[in-house]
């Protein structure tokens, strides 16, 4: 069935650093891709998505490419801020009867000051 | 203000006590769903609705019921709630699952509400 895998956390940075979270897919159709992000102590906010292959999604400095040919969606920032730790889902919508959104298992991000 | 409203957001009971987790929406939505956080396994899908009177088993479903009477409404029940119930809920809502899946609109969260079944 369709899937949706992070790399594993916890991701440590020190602010202005470079961030990659990693996030491929498996997938029987062309889903659409999202990132979701969780701050502590609250619920899952949408930061970007993507509808179709090649679209590049973005949103507060974040990016991530919908790569249909390597079934990957990686989230980037070129510039990471203290405000920016949180937990971040990587999401597939299922185009089959599933009728749900398939989550990752999540990636924390550390930002040091 | 647009929003999903869960309550509570914080319950520790005892086995075998029933209990019910509200969830209602603002945004007119038909599609609802519950979600359950645990670490390691992300978000998994409990139970969703796509649209008044019409429910379906998630990915997890044993131990909990749903209903939906209202369009804004959608309880989350566990009759008798187990230790392997202790998670983080979500409730969650969008404008359709068509549009859900075509990126047209997102799913939109509550805040969470944290079960601890002793």
């Known amino acids: 069935g369709d899937s949706v895998t992070q790399m594993e956390g ?68 070129g510039s990471v801020q203290v405000s ?24 924390r991000l550390l930002v040091r000051p | ?11 520790i009971t005892v086995t075998g006590k029933k209990l ?33 009177e019409v429910t379906d088993k998630g990915d997890v479903p044993e131990g909990y019921k749903v209903s939906r009477k209202e369009k804004r409404n959608f309880p989350l029940i566990l009759e008798s709630p187990s230790p392997n119930q202790t998670s983080l809920y979500f409730c969650a809502s969008s404008l359709s699952m068509a549009a859900l899946d075509s990126g047209a609109n997102v799913l939109t969260f509550g805040a969470g509400s944290r079960l601890t079944v002793l």
């Not at chain 1, 990587?90 to 959104?101: E, F, H, P, R």
């Not at chain 2, 769903?33 to 796509?50: E, N, V």
Request: hydrophobic share 30%; glycine share 6%; net charge negative.
């Open chain 1, 10 to 77: 916890p991701v440590t940075l020190s602010e202005e650093a470079f961030l990659t979270i990693n996030c491929t897919y498996t997938a029987t159709g062309y889903p659409s891709l999202f990132w979701y992000v969780q701050y502590p102590g609250e619920g899952l906010q949408l930061l970007l998505k993507a509808t179709k292959a090649d679209d590049k999604g973005s949103n507060k400095g974040f990016e991530a490419t919908y790569r249909k040919e390597t079934t990957s969606f990686h989230l980037e920032k």
């Open chain 1, 84 to 107: 920016d730790s949180a937990v971040y889902f990587c999401a597939l919508s299922a185009v089959d009867s599933s009728y749900k959104l398939i989550f990752g298992s999540g990636t």
């Open chain 2, 1 to 11: 203000e647009a929003q999903v409203t869960q309550n509570p957001r914080y319950l």
């Open chain 2, 20 to 52: 019910t987790v509200t969830c209602s929406q603002n945004m007119n939505h038909e599609y609802m769903s519950w979600y359950r956080q645990d670490p390691g396994l992300g978000l998994r899908q409990i139970y969703y609705s796509m649209n008044v």
